[in-house]
């Protein structure tokens, strides 16, 4: 079982930037993809964004390409998320996920943070 741990999270105004970042405790990091989530009140958990597992290949979803910057540190087993220009409509739980495919399917992940909460005034 694989912990990961989720920081970074916050609230701030539309226009802000935020940096989460995505603790791992298993030495499998370094050849696994990680993947970012998010998931609004009353709504289905989203992809965002997506790294393989040696960096480079990143993937996004439309919603924040050209926002949002997913990069990895494999020696010390952390993901970061970097948001700028945060929009309202970016205000949910934000989740890092394990899994061995490149795959934007939240069902081909194995192993699940807790989250971090962002929340973006206008």
């Known amino acids: 079982q694989v912990e990961l741990v989720e920081s970074g999270g916050g609230s701030v105004q539309a226009g802000d930037s935020l940096r989460l970042s995505c603790a791992a405790s298993?030495?499998?990091?370094?050849?696994?993809?990680i993947g970012w989530f998010r998931q609004a009140p009353g709504k289905e958990r989203e992809f965002v964004a997506l790294?393989?597992?040696?960096?480079?290949?990143?993937f996004y979803a439309d919603s924040v390409k050209g926002r949002f910057t997913i990069s990895r540190d494999n020696p010390k087993n952390l993901v970061f998320l970097q948001m700028n220009n945060l929009k309202p409509e970016d205000t949910a739980v934000y989740y890092c996920?394990?899994?061995?495919?490149?795959?934007?399917?939240?069902?081909?992940?194995?192993?699940w943070g807790r989250g971090t909460q962002v929340t973006v005034a206008s």
């Open positions: 996920a394990m899994g061995s495919q490149y795959s934007s399917n939240r069902q081909d992940y194995d192993d």
């Open positions: 298993s030495r499998p990091f370094s050849r696994s993809v």
């Open positions: 790294i393989r597992a040696r960096g480079g290949s990143e």
